[in-house]
């Protein structure tokens, strides 16, 4: 089973949600069913490690227990999740600072539905291929993929409407794209997006693995400059 750990940081939280990590958890169990779960409390109680009677961190056993019903599973996700908590309100921590409000969420994924990365971008390669088969496919040049632009996804809240928060992202370098249209999972703050000529966003390790097999954008049919053509 796969466990991935990602989170977000509120720098200007309600009063009642400072010092806060709020932990929402998902097990699927099926590409798009999944059981929920969400429990809050303190940062410092969650990573005390003398708080056995933390509410949350039993309220998240306690589901993990029901919902995952393996224990080595388990014990690699509290101590992920904590380590992972520990590292970002740290003093050194240069993105959190005391009274921030911080998300932090939870997916365990099955292995049979887990898609090997490099078999779903051959595949994609293949599929762009026979969509535009007057272009011959190769390799993009190492140097082309080196100096591509990248940027780092970096989200914040911008805008509050009436008593109810909401949420309006934005990134570093601004992007109109959510999502890497390769793995189709959305950009998480802190990821290292690349950016084409053609003014596409994807994933970096995405779509460097991508020009090792196709020259040419997934989206567009841009052509990035060939192996071949270096020669």
Known sequence: MKINVDHEIRHDPEPDDADTITINARVFVGEDDYLPFSTTSFAKEFIDDENDG????????????????????????????????????CESSNEYSPGCA????????PDYLIVDEDSQIQEAAQASFDEASNIRVRP??????????RKICKKKKIVKTGTRDKEIYNMICSTDDQ???????????GARLVTL?????????????WFER???????????QCEESMN
Do not use: Q
């Not at 000529?197 to 693995?209: E, S, T, Y």
């Open 54 to 89: 933390c509410r949350s961190k039993e309220e998240l056993e306690y589901f993990l227990m029901e919902a995952v019903n393996d224990n080595d599973v388990i014990l690699d996700a509290m101590l992920k999740l904590i380590v992972r908590v520990d590292e970002i309100t």
């Open 102 to 109: 911080l998300e932090v969420r939870l997916d365990f994924i």
């Open 140 to 149: 993009a040049s190492k140097l082309a993929i080196k100096n591509l632009s």
């Open 179 to 189: 999502k890497c249209t390769i793995c189709l999972e959305e950009f998480h703050n």
């Open 197 to 209: 000529p053609c003014g596409h966003d994807f994933d970096d390790d995405c779509i460097v693995k």
């Open 214 to 224: 196709s020259h040419v954008c997934p989206l567009c049919r841009y052509e990035l």
